[in-house]
T-cell receptor
Framework: TQLLEQSPQFLSIQEGENLTVYCNSS?????LQWYRQEPGEGPVLLVT?????EVKKLKRLTFQFGDARKDSSLHITAAQPGDTGLYLC????????????FGDGTTLTVKP | DAGITQSPRHKVTETGTPVTLRCHQT?????MYWYRQDPGHGLRLIHY???????DKGEVSDGYSVSRSKTEDFLLTLESATSSQTSVYFC??????????????FGPGTRLTVL
């Protein structure tokens, strides 16, 4: 069973601050996804990373996949209240491509 | 947005009654999933399907059954609901492909309360 640990579990910051959340595992993943979930809604896919060391940017969000494809980070620059939500990472392995393992998530609150 | 709907969106039922939740997709994706989400536990996979009439168990399948008679519909049944099954249930779909990507698209969720 592959496990994904996310940290921190909760994060509360002021508007304009920078932050990083982490997603770590002892397993190697063929791909890793990040999702954001707002209260009362389903998770929404933000990005997929595939290659070790890959960096992807989505406006103020920067996603990085570890060289060994066991971990990932999400960095938000100049956070805004609209970034508030639950951030989930999920990893997939080739041997069972239809299933993903989800982390427990990081709840981010950005105060105006 | 991916075409995924869930019904009902909210349901209150009593212990011991059967409950069926429906997930409907218009994307023709091969994989469909049922998750439950509880505080402190994130998303936990209940069952998933990789084709019509092809299903498999997830990590928390006890007390749940599923059926998929058409590509577009995936049903989750609680044969005899218990209070421990009070949760928010999400359906998701994906089309992994040969690269092993498993980008999932989620429905809006069903909030189930078992009294």
């Amino acid at each position: 069973t592959q496990l994904l640990e996310q940290s921190p579990q909760f994060l509360s910051i002021q508007e304009g601050e920078n932050l990083t959340v982490y997603c770590n595992s002892s397993s190697v993943f063929s791909s890793l996804q990040w999702y954001r979930q707002e209260p009362g809604e389903g998770p929404v896919l933000l990005v997929t990373v595939v290659t070790g060391g890959e960096v992807k940017k989505l406006k103020r969000l920067t996603f990085q996949f570890g060289d060994a494809r066991k971990d990932s980070s999400l960095h938000i620059t100049a956070a805004q209240p609209g970034d508030t939500g639950l951030y989930l990472c999920a990893g997939a392995v080739n041997t069972n491509a239809g299933k993903s393992t989800f982390g427990d998530g990081t709840t981010l609150t950005v105060k105006p | 947005d991916a075409g995924i709907t869930q019904s009902p969106r909210h349901k209150v039922t009593e212990t011991g009654t059967p409950v069926t939740l429906r997930c409907h997709q218009t994307e023709n994706h091969r994989y469909m999933y049922w998750y439950r989400q509880d505080p402190g536990h994130g998303l936990r996979l209940i069952h998933y399907s990789y084709g019509v009439k092809d299903t498999d168990k997830g990590e928390v399948s006890d007390g749940y059954s599923v059926s998929r008679s058409k590509t577009e519909d995936f049903l989750l049944t609680l044969e005899s609901a218990t209070s421990s099954q009070t949760s928010v249930y999400f359906c998701a779909i994906s089309e992994p492909g040969l690269a092993g990507l498993n980008e999932q698209f989620f429905g809006p969720g069903t909030r189930l309360t078992v009294l």
